[in-house]
């Protein structure tokens, strides 16, 4: 069973990106991410890969 988390981004420029990440290095790609300025319209859909 694999958790996918899927995120809806905000670039700068208002470009829109759904951006998906496996449970593996979330909190850390989610860290680069904000201190590069991108902001996070919902977080955390959690589905499950059978």
Do not use: C
Not at 30 to 38: C, I, P, T
């Amino acid at each position: 069973m694999t958790w996918v988390h899927l995120y809806m981004l905000t670039f700068p420029g208002s470009r829109k990106v759904l951006f998906i990440i496996t449970s593996g290095n979330r909190e850390t790609t989610l860290k680069s991410l904000e201190n590069a300025g991108v902001t996070f319209s919902w977080k955390s859909q959690e589905l499950t890969d059978i």
